[in-house]
Nanobody
C-alpha cells in the first residue's frame, strides 16, 4: 500500500514536498514514480526513479523545478517541488512497479497510492 501526503495550497513561486510511504511490502527493488491528474484529463507523468535511484526521469514541464528522491531504508519516496506555477495544480499520485525501472508511463505501474491535492494560486 502506498500513502501519499504533503499536498496543500501554495502561492506561485513557492515550494511543496510530497511524500509517499509504502507499507506492507518493501519497495527497495521497485521503480517508483509520481503522476498528476488534471480535472477531466488522463494522468500524466511527472517524475520517476529506478530502484537504486541512479536513474531519474522527469517530464519536460517540471525538469529543473521538481526533484524525486527515495529512501529505501525507510520505504519512502519524495517529490520536492520548487518554483510552483498555477498550471502545476493537480492531484498528485505516487506509484510503484516491480521491475525496478524509472518508467515514464502509467502502464506498468501496478501499485498506486491515493492522490494528494496540490493547488498553486496565482
Amino acid at each position: 500500500q502506498l500513502q501519499a501526503s504533503g499536498g496543500g495550497l501554495v502561492q506561485a513561486g513557492g515550494s511543496l514536498r510530497l511524500s509517499c510511504a509504502a507499507s506492507g511490502r518493501a519497495i527497495s527493488n521497485y521503480g517508483v514514480g509520481w503522476f498528476r491528474q488534471f480535472p477531466g484529463k488522463e494522468r500524466e507523468f511527472v517524475a520517476a526513479a529506478s530502484w537504486s535511484g541512479a536513474i531519474k526521469n522527469y517530464a519536460d514541464s517540471v525538469k529543473g523545478r521538481f526533484t524525486i528522491s527515495r529512501d529505501n531504508a525507510k520505504n519512502l519516496v519524495g517529490l520536492e517541488m520548487n518554483s510552483l506555477k498555477p498550471e502545476d495544480t493537480a492531484v498528485y499520485y505516487c506509484a510503484a512497479e516491480r521491475l525496478g525501472y524509472a518508467r515514464t508511463t502509467a502502464v506498468g505501474y501496478g501499485y498506486w497510492g491515493q492522490g494528494t491535492q496540490v493547488t498553486v494560486s496565482s
